[in-house]
């Protein structure tokens, strides 16, 4: 797993409330990723981080927020979820800026009622 | 727990036999490949990867080839075993894209003992 540790690994929450999944990392990586996996669209970009305090959309970044005041972790937060925000999001982190391998954690499962 | 989805292209093959999992990619700026391989209830781990410049890459009991002029991506497994059951998934990158990688909507393969 790369040294990657998502918390928590599954939730359950209601429509409306806030969310913060959490991935930290053990190898001082620069580049850290969220990404979330739906059946039929794949794995999909939601914000990157490529540094301390340095984040940027990604490809379906609505309604996510995430934050990185340390380099070893990195926050996705969901204001007020919906249900379409269930899914599995996975962390990935990377040793460099391009071609270079994302190496994933294992996962966290929301569901949103 | 499944995290992959329903109604993805299936690969069902024989213990023993070779596999041959194909991919097309979009973009015909990108220059960097990566296949993955994702089990349930895991994030996608890194199998191998490929550079522009290169046709063909081989690791231990796969290959992939890359063919640029149709923009076609394939991932050969040899000896194909029940351990390689799992979703294997292309993914692009192209430089300057900060390491964001589009991944393709993934292959189940099946290996029947």
């Known amino acids: 797993d790369a040294g990657i540790t998502q918390s928590p690994r599954h939730k359950v929450t209601e429509t409306g409330t806030p969310v913060t999944l959490r991935c930290h990392q053990t190898?001082?990586?620069?580049?850290m990723y969220w990404y979330r996996q739906d059946p039929g669209h794949g794995l999909r970009l939601i914000h990157y981080s490529y540094g301390v305090k340095d984040t940027d959309k990604g490809e379906v970044s609505d309604g996510y927020s995430v934050s990185r005041s340390k380099t070893e972790d990195f926050l996705l937060t969901l204001e007020s979820a919906t249900s379409s925000q269930t899914s599995v999001y996975f962390c990935?982190?990377?040793?460099?800026?391009?071609?270079?391998?994302?190496?994933f954690g294992n996962g966290t499962r929301l569901t949103v009622t | 727990g499944e995290s992959v989805g329903l109604h993805l292209p299936t690969l069902s093959v024989q213990e023993g036999d070779n596999s041959i999992i194909n991919c097309a990619y979009s973009?015909?700026?990108?220059?960097?490949f990566i296949w993955y391989k994702q089990e349930s209830g895991k994030g996608p781990q890194f199998i191998i990867d490929?550079?522009?410049?290169?046709d063909k890459r081989q690791g231990q009991r796969v290959t992939v080839l890359l063919n640029k002029t149709v923009k076609h991506l394939s991932l050969q497994i040899a000896a194909t075993q029940p351990g390689d059951s799992a979703v294997y998934f292309c993914?692009?990158?192209?430089?300057?894209?900060?390491?964001?990688?589009?991944f393709g909507k993934g292959t189940k393969l099946s290996v029947k003992p």
């Open positions: 490929i550079r522009s410049n290169m």
């Open positions: 990935a982190i990377s040793l460099k800026e391009d071609n270079s391998p994302l190496h």
């Open positions: 190898e001082n990586h620069r580049y």
């Open positions: 973009n015909s700026a990108s220059d960097y």
């Open positions: 993914a692009e990158n192209h430089r300057g894209s900060q390491g964001n990688l589009i």
